[in-house]
Protein backbone atom coordinates (compact mmCIF):
# COMPACT_ATOMS: atom_id res chain seq x y z
CA UNK A 1 0.00 0.00 0.00
CA UNK A 2 1.36 3.23 -1.07
CA UNK A 3 1.66 6.31 1.43
CA UNK A 4 -1.36 7.75 -1.44
CA UNK A 5 -3.63 5.35 -0.42
CA UNK A 6 -2.96 5.09 2.95
CA UNK A 7 -3.55 8.94 3.14
CA UNK A 8 -6.94 8.57 1.37
CA UNK A 9 -8.29 5.36 3.71
CA UNK A 10 -7.36 7.41 6.21
CA UNK A 11 -9.78 10.18 5.40
CA UNK A 12 -12.41 8.07 3.74
CA UNK A 13 -12.94 6.28 7.11
CA UNK A 14 -12.31 9.25 9.44
CA UNK A 15 -9.95 7.27 10.99
CA UNK A 16 -6.40 6.16 11.75
CA UNK A 17 -6.96 3.06 14.25
CA UNK A 18 -4.58 0.30 13.63
CA UNK A 19 -5.45 -2.56 15.58
CA UNK A 20 -2.98 -4.98 17.00
CA UNK A 21 -3.91 -8.76 16.68
CA UNK A 22 -1.87 -9.72 19.32
CA UNK A 23 -3.80 -13.04 20.09
CA UNK A 24 -2.73 -14.91 22.82
CA UNK A 25 -4.40 -18.26 22.42
CA UNK A 26 -4.47 -18.44 26.49
CA UNK A 27 -6.77 -15.73 26.51
CA UNK A 28 -9.76 -15.86 23.84
CA UNK A 29 -12.79 -17.12 24.63
CA UNK A 30 -13.21 -20.78 25.43
CA UNK A 31 -15.55 -21.76 23.34
CA UNK A 32 -13.41 -21.09 20.09
CA UNK A 33 -10.83 -23.42 21.64
CA UNK A 34 -12.81 -26.29 19.86
CA UNK A 35 -12.16 -25.00 16.36
CA UNK A 36 -9.89 -26.32 14.18
CA UNK A 37 -7.55 -23.17 13.88
CA UNK A 38 -8.62 -21.36 17.37
CA UNK A 39 -6.27 -17.96 16.87
CA UNK A 40 -7.26 -17.72 12.87
CA UNK A 41 -10.48 -18.10 14.13
CA UNK A 42 -10.35 -15.67 16.89
CA UNK A 43 -8.76 -13.14 14.03
CA UNK A 44 -11.17 -13.60 11.64
CA UNK A 45 -14.27 -12.86 13.92
CA UNK A 46 -12.34 -9.81 15.03
CA UNK A 47 -11.35 -8.44 11.64
CA UNK A 48 -15.05 -8.89 10.85
CA UNK A 49 -16.22 -6.70 13.65
CA UNK A 50 -13.78 -4.08 13.55
CA UNK A 51 -12.35 -3.97 9.60
CA UNK A 52 -15.09 -0.76 9.32
CA UNK A 53 -13.55 1.13 12.21
CA UNK A 54 -9.85 0.63 11.25
CA UNK A 55 -7.33 1.09 8.64
CA UNK A 56 -4.37 -1.17 9.91
CA UNK A 57 -4.00 -4.26 11.54
CA UNK A 58 -0.66 -5.24 12.89
CA UNK A 59 0.29 -8.75 13.56
CA UNK A 60 2.43 -9.17 16.99
CA UNK A 61 4.55 -12.54 15.17
CA UNK A 62 5.81 -13.77 18.78
CA UNK A 63 2.29 -14.95 20.09
CA UNK A 64 2.41 -16.80 16.87
CA UNK A 65 5.78 -18.13 16.27
CA UNK A 66 5.14 -19.37 20.25
CA UNK A 67 2.89 -21.94 18.49
CA UNK A 68 5.71 -23.03 15.88
CA UNK A 69 4.24 -24.22 12.72
CA UNK A 70 0.35 -23.90 13.10
CA UNK A 71 1.19 -20.52 14.74
CA UNK A 72 2.69 -19.48 11.35
CA UNK A 73 -0.17 -21.11 9.52
CA UNK A 74 -2.48 -19.14 11.58
CA UNK A 75 -0.42 -16.11 11.25
CA UNK A 76 -0.93 -17.01 7.32
CA UNK A 77 -4.31 -17.20 6.74
CA UNK A 78 -4.73 -14.25 9.10
CA UNK A 79 -2.87 -11.68 6.31
CA UNK A 80 -4.51 -13.83 4.02
CA UNK A 81 -7.99 -13.02 5.23
CA UNK A 82 -7.48 -9.43 5.65
CA UNK A 83 -6.44 -9.16 1.86
CA UNK A 84 -5.58 -5.65 0.92
CA UNK A 85 -8.36 -3.43 1.99
CA UNK A 86 -6.07 -2.81 5.21
CA UNK A 87 -2.53 -1.68 6.01
CA UNK A 88 -1.20 -4.72 7.08
CA UNK A 89 2.04 -4.79 9.51
CA UNK A 90 4.23 -7.55 10.87
CA UNK A 91 5.46 -6.56 14.42
CA UNK A 92 8.57 -8.84 14.62
CA UNK A 93 11.51 -6.38 15.01
CA UNK A 94 13.80 -7.78 13.01
CA UNK A 95 17.05 -6.33 12.04
CA UNK A 96 20.80 -8.17 11.55
CA UNK A 97 23.57 -8.41 8.71
CA UNK A 98 22.62 -7.39 5.42
CA UNK A 99 21.85 -11.00 3.64
CA UNK A 100 20.26 -11.86 6.82
CA UNK A 101 17.71 -9.13 6.87
CA UNK A 102 17.46 -9.57 3.00
CA UNK A 103 15.93 -13.01 4.22
CA UNK A 104 13.71 -11.34 6.66
CA UNK A 105 12.65 -8.79 4.10
CA UNK A 106 11.44 -11.66 1.72
CA UNK A 107 9.39 -13.70 4.39
CA UNK A 108 7.37 -10.80 5.09
CA UNK A 109 7.04 -9.11 2.13
CA UNK A 110 7.33 -11.59 -0.22
CA UNK A 111 6.19 -15.19 1.47
CA UNK A 112 3.62 -13.36 3.98
CA UNK A 113 2.96 -10.53 2.07
CA UNK A 114 2.82 -7.72 4.80
CA UNK A 115 2.58 -4.47 3.84
CA UNK A 116 5.07 -3.20 6.72
CA UNK A 117 7.67 -4.71 9.19
CA UNK A 118 9.14 -3.09 12.28
CA UNK A 119 12.89 -3.42 12.49
CA UNK A 120 15.10 -2.86 15.07
CA UNK A 121 18.04 -0.15 13.47
CA UNK A 122 20.86 -0.92 16.62
CA UNK A 123 23.07 -2.47 14.12
CA UNK A 124 22.97 -0.04 11.49
CA UNK A 125 21.98 0.96 7.80
CA UNK A 126 23.05 -1.91 5.90
CA UNK A 127 20.75 -4.12 8.44
CA UNK A 128 18.12 -1.74 7.60
CA UNK A 129 18.17 -1.09 3.80
CA UNK A 130 17.49 -4.55 2.74
CA UNK A 131 13.77 -3.99 3.72
CA UNK A 132 13.35 -0.32 2.13
CA UNK A 133 14.43 -1.78 -0.96
CA UNK A 134 11.02 -3.28 -1.64
CA UNK A 135 8.49 -0.88 -3.77
CA UNK A 136 5.52 -0.06 -1.68
CA UNK A 137 6.75 -1.85 1.37
CA UNK A 138 7.41 0.07 4.18
CA UNK A 139 9.72 -0.21 7.06
CA UNK A 140 8.99 0.72 10.81
CA UNK A 141 11.55 1.73 12.62
CA UNK A 142 11.75 1.81 16.40
CA UNK A 143 12.31 5.13 17.42
CA UNK A 144 11.16 5.78 21.18
CA UNK A 145 9.37 3.08 22.50
CA UNK A 146 6.97 3.11 25.37
CA UNK A 147 8.64 0.40 27.29
CA UNK A 148 10.88 1.22 31.20
CA UNK A 149 13.97 -0.07 28.97
CA UNK A 150 13.77 2.88 26.98
CA UNK A 151 15.87 4.77 29.43
CA UNK A 152 18.71 2.17 29.42
CA UNK A 153 19.85 3.83 25.72
CA UNK A 154 16.76 5.83 23.81
CA UNK A 155 16.75 8.49 26.15
CA UNK A 156 20.86 8.86 26.66
CA UNK A 157 22.69 11.40 25.53
CA UNK A 158 24.48 10.69 22.09
CA UNK A 159 26.75 14.06 20.35
CA UNK A 160 24.17 16.83 20.54
CA UNK A 161 21.25 15.27 21.05
CA UNK A 162 19.16 11.67 22.81
CA UNK A 163 20.21 8.15 21.04
CA UNK A 164 16.68 8.07 19.49
CA UNK A 165 16.98 11.47 17.93
CA UNK A 166 20.29 10.05 16.15
CA UNK A 167 18.35 7.02 14.83
CA UNK A 168 15.53 9.44 13.89
CA UNK A 169 17.94 11.70 11.94
CA UNK A 170 20.37 9.39 10.82
CA UNK A 171 17.23 6.51 9.04
CA UNK A 172 15.43 9.22 7.18
CA UNK A 173 18.63 9.79 4.81
CA UNK A 174 17.87 5.59 4.29
CA UNK A 175 14.75 5.88 2.98
CA UNK A 176 11.67 8.38 2.38
CA UNK A 177 8.56 9.57 3.81
CA UNK A 178 7.08 7.25 1.37
CA UNK A 179 8.49 3.77 2.33
CA UNK A 180 9.68 4.56 6.45
CA UNK A 181 8.08 4.92 9.39
CA UNK A 182 8.96 5.73 13.03
CA UNK A 183 7.74 3.69 16.07
CA UNK A 184 7.16 6.03 18.95
CA UNK A 185 5.18 4.96 21.97
CA UNK A 186 1.95 6.91 23.42
CA UNK A 187 3.31 7.26 26.71
CA UNK A 188 6.49 9.79 25.52
CA UNK A 189 3.77 12.10 24.46
CA UNK A 190 6.24 15.07 25.85
CA UNK A 191 8.23 13.93 23.06
CA UNK A 192 5.98 14.20 20.17
CA UNK A 193 6.69 17.80 19.52
CA UNK A 194 10.15 17.67 19.25
CA UNK A 195 9.69 14.19 17.02
CA UNK A 196 7.72 16.24 15.09
CA UNK A 197 10.16 18.58 14.33
CA UNK A 198 12.35 16.33 13.51
CA UNK A 199 10.53 14.08 11.06
CA UNK A 200 7.87 16.20 10.16
CA UNK A 201 6.87 14.44 7.02
CA UNK A 202 6.60 10.62 8.50
CA UNK A 203 4.33 8.55 9.50
CA UNK A 204 4.51 7.96 13.00
CA UNK A 205 3.21 4.41 14.45
CA UNK A 206 1.87 4.76 18.14
CA UNK A 207 1.50 1.68 20.42
CA UNK A 208 0.53 2.16 23.84
CA UNK A 209 -2.89 3.94 24.00
CA UNK A 210 -5.63 2.18 25.44
CA UNK A 211 -3.35 -0.94 28.26
CA UNK A 212 -0.72 1.24 28.66
CA UNK A 213 -2.66 4.57 29.21
CA UNK A 214 -1.56 7.06 26.67
CA UNK A 215 -3.45 9.93 26.01
CA UNK A 216 -5.35 9.62 22.09
CA UNK A 217 -6.01 13.69 22.59
CA UNK A 218 -2.54 14.71 23.41
CA UNK A 219 -1.11 12.51 20.86
CA UNK A 220 -3.19 13.92 18.17
CA UNK A 221 -2.45 17.48 19.10
CA UNK A 222 1.08 16.86 19.31
CA UNK A 223 2.13 14.81 16.16
CA UNK A 224 -0.49 15.18 13.03
CA UNK A 225 0.97 16.35 10.65
CA UNK A 226 -0.76 17.42 6.94
CA UNK A 227 -1.61 14.16 6.10
CA UNK A 228 -2.16 12.54 9.64
CA UNK A 229 1.21 10.94 9.83
CA UNK A 230 -0.37 8.75 12.66
CA UNK A 231 -0.86 4.84 12.87
CA UNK A 232 -2.37 4.64 16.44
CA UNK A 233 -2.53 1.28 17.77
CA UNK A 234 -4.90 -0.50 20.23
CA UNK A 235 -4.34 -4.11 21.01
CA UNK A 236 -5.15 -5.80 24.23
CA UNK A 237 -7.74 -2.69 24.61
CA UNK A 238 -9.94 -3.60 21.33
CA UNK A 239 -10.06 -7.63 20.71
CA UNK A 240 -9.97 -8.33 24.48
CA UNK A 241 -12.62 -5.95 25.33
CA UNK A 242 -14.73 -9.16 26.46
CA UNK A 243 -14.66 -12.64 26.73
CA UNK A 244 -17.31 -14.35 26.41
CA UNK A 245 -19.10 -15.33 23.41
CA UNK A 246 -19.76 -11.84 22.40
CA UNK A 247 -16.49 -10.87 21.98
CA UNK A 248 -16.20 -9.70 18.69
CA UNK A 249 -19.28 -7.36 19.50
CA UNK A 250 -17.20 -5.51 22.14
CA UNK A 251 -14.33 -6.20 20.18
CA UNK A 252 -16.57 -3.52 17.92
CA UNK A 253 -17.72 -1.08 20.09
CA UNK A 254 -13.98 -0.20 21.33
CA UNK A 255 -12.75 -0.33 18.20
CA UNK A 256 -16.17 1.93 17.43
CA UNK A 257 -15.17 3.97 20.11
CA UNK A 258 -11.70 5.28 19.30
CA UNK A 259 -12.71 5.98 15.46
CA UNK A 260 -15.14 7.81 16.71
CA UNK A 261 -12.41 10.05 18.69
CA UNK A 262 -10.18 10.47 16.08
CA UNK A 263 -12.98 11.52 13.77
CA UNK A 264 -13.21 14.76 15.77
CA UNK A 265 -9.27 15.24 15.85
CA UNK A 266 -9.66 14.97 12.13
CA UNK A 267 -12.12 17.64 11.70
Known sequence: MTRQQLVEEIRKKQSYLCVGLDTDITKIPKHLLAAAD????FNRMIIDATKDYCVSYKINTAFYEALGRRGWDSMEKTVDYIGKS??????????????????????????L???????????????????????????????????????DFELQPAGNGLLYEKVLTTAAQWGTPENLMYV????????????????????????????????????????????????????????????????????????????????????
Open 38 to 41: PVFE
Open 113 to 151: NFDAITVAPYMGSDSVKPFLEYKHKWTILLGLTSNPGAQ
Open 184 to 267: VGATQADSFTAIRSLTPDHFYLVPGVGAQGGSLKEISAKAMNKDVGLLVNASRAVIFAGNGEDFAEKAAEAAKTYAQEMAGYLK
Open 86 to 111: HFTIADAKRGDIGNTSTQYAKAFFET
